[in-house]
């Protein structure tokens, strides 16, 4: 028996910027695609007209970008023009199942649902609002838990009167499915009361638009979040109704923040844009991503993966069905991993664009040469700037009490500066080791520790105790600032000193 190509989709909703759990469900169902050599597909569900954001498919389409995530089928620049989308500069997609965006389908999900209303799977209700309110009221009076009461079942409502569409639930149905990531899961009684599956303007509910668009889109494999089970035997009993196969569904755990609640703005960032901002890398936040939730299999330790690693090793077994939880300092840390795996170039082109737009003001481009030490020192790029503020040329604020350092008193550091302006002066050679080796020399010449020595010379030149290297910020700073800084320091020691 030949198994259908595996197909997979991501489908959101333009109702605000996409959370970071939500890329996760489109990292999976990317990963998939790609492991199984599928296709992956991108499909708008815009059908929540009161909630539409501007802007936010652009913003999913950018995050794609970002993350470097390829889509093989999805909605054209034309439909999206339709809906009043302009995405100049991005890909254009398109495919043999489209329209993509389910406001343009709208005639689709009519005839479904008016083939569910005469083979007697549905039917037309035109309670009003009031008629509901009360009914629950009273259902509450009752003690009893409140729900439509199939008022409509049998009144034949005329297509020609404002209505909605009800699924007419079977009696104490049995469903059970085989989820792609939990196994069995079953259902002995579903507590759904005939749900809404058409709006009375026309507009189809998620149960109706999500489930016709899958079987007609061919998708083999839904990625969706674990607070769609409740709903998954509807969907089931749908496709049944229709006589149509339905996909595997995969439900995922919640992503979590520390506190063990639901991942939100409260613990930090969530959205990609703004994890951009704060300088991580994209192949390392979808390296993380992956991760809450995902391991490569029993006895791997690793943690750091490519691209390409991902998408060998990736499959629903070795899906979590427990929650994770999304750890900040463990970003941070992976991060900084896959910074020190770029080249020195790369790195330099990743963080340029966090240096320019800084209000560092650096007069020559001396910055360039420590980008190479930069990099094994920097978790985010968002650091690099205020690494490289020492360049600047302006009156330097130093930690001069850090200048004392274990057993060293004002009269060591003033000893210190006087040794190492003499040195710095009478030297031609500013390559580090030189630099290195010389003040070293020096510190055994004054019977100095050696760490002590080093600590006052960089807060002298550099400031702080927390800057790049110190022998090549010297290099960097060049002869004669250094030098300069030196005699700044030694007027401030000096009157301790004393």
């Not at 539409?52 to 054209?76: C, N, Q, S």
């Not at 900084?336 to 963080?351: P, T, Y």
Request: glycine share 8%.
């Amino acid at each position: 028996m030949n198994q259908k190509p595996i197909r997979t989709r991501f489908a959101p909703s333009p109702t605000g910027m996409l959370h970071i759990g939500g890329f996760r469900a489109a990292l999976y169902a990317w990963l998939l695609a790609r492991h199984s050599g599928g296709k992956f597909l991108l499909r708008i569900e815009d059908t929540d007209n009161e909630r539409k954001v501007d802007g936010a498919i652009r913003y999913i389409l950018e995050g794609f970008k970002w993350f470097g995530l390829d889509i093989d089928e999805g909605p054209t620049k034309a439909e999206l023009e339709t809906i009043g989308e302009e995405l100049a500069g991005m890909p254009e997609m398109g495919g043999e199942f489209g329209p993509y965006i389910q406001s343009l389908r709208l005639p689709r999900y009519k005839e479904i649902a008016d083939r569910l209303v005469a083979e007697g799977h549905a039917f037309r209700c035109d309670c009003t609002s009031e008629m509901l309110d009360r009914e629950r009221a009273e259902q509450r009076a009752r003690k009893e838990v409140p729900g439509y009461s199939g008022y409509c079942r049998t009144r034949n409502v005329p297509a020609d009167k404002p209505h909605v569409v009800r699924f007419k639930m079977p009696h104490r149905p049995e469903v059970e499915i085989i989820d792609g990531i939990r196994g069995r899961i079953a259902w002995e009684s579903v507590p759904l009361r005939d749900p809404i599956l058409m709006k009375s303007d026309g507009f189809p509910t998620y149960h109706l638009a999500a489930m016709v668009d899958d079987h007609e889109m061919e998708i083999t494999h839904v990625m969706r979040g674990e607070e769609w089970i409740p709903s998954t035997p509807l969907h089931v009993l749908l496709y049944r109704a229709l006589k149509w196969d339905e996909p595997v569904f995969c439900h995922l755990p919640v992503v979590l923040g520390s506190d063990g609640k639901k991942l939100s703005k409260r613990h930090g960032s969530t959205s990609w844009s703004a994890f951009r901002e704060e300088g991580y890398l994209p192949e390392a936040l979808l390296n993380f991503i992956v991760r809450i939730g995902w391991s490569p299999g029993e006895g791997s330790d690793q943690e750091i993966f490519s691209r390409e690693e991902l998408i060998k090793l990736f499959s629903l077994e070795h899906v979590n069905t427990s929650s994770g939880v999304f750890e900040y300092p463990k970003l941070q840390w992976m991060n900084g991993m896959f910074i020190r795996n770029l080249s020195d170039s790369e790195f330099e082109a990743r963080a340029l664009p966090f240096i320019e737009k800084s209000d560092l003001n650096l007069a020559d481009d001396s910055w360039r040469s420590l980008m190479p030490k930069l990099k094994e020192r920097t978790r985010l790029l968002t650091e690099v700037p205020d690494m490289l503020r020492f360049l600047e040329e302006k009156p330097l604020e130093r930690e001069i009490d850090q200048m004392l350092g274990k057993g060293m008193e004002w009269s060591g550091v003033l000893s210190v500066l006087d040794g190492a302006l003499d040195l710095f002066e009478s030297t031609d050679s500013f390559e580090p080791i030189a630099l290195e080796k010389s003040t070293s020399e020096l510190a055994d010449k004054l019977a100095l520790k050696k760490g002590s020595v080093f600590i006052a010379l960089r807060i002298a030149v550099l400031g702080k105790k927390a800057t790049p290297p110190l022998f090549e910020s010297i290099q960097a700073l060049g002869k004669d600032r250094t030098v300069a800084r030196i005699k700044q320091a030694r007027q401030l020691v000096e009157p301790l000193a004393a």
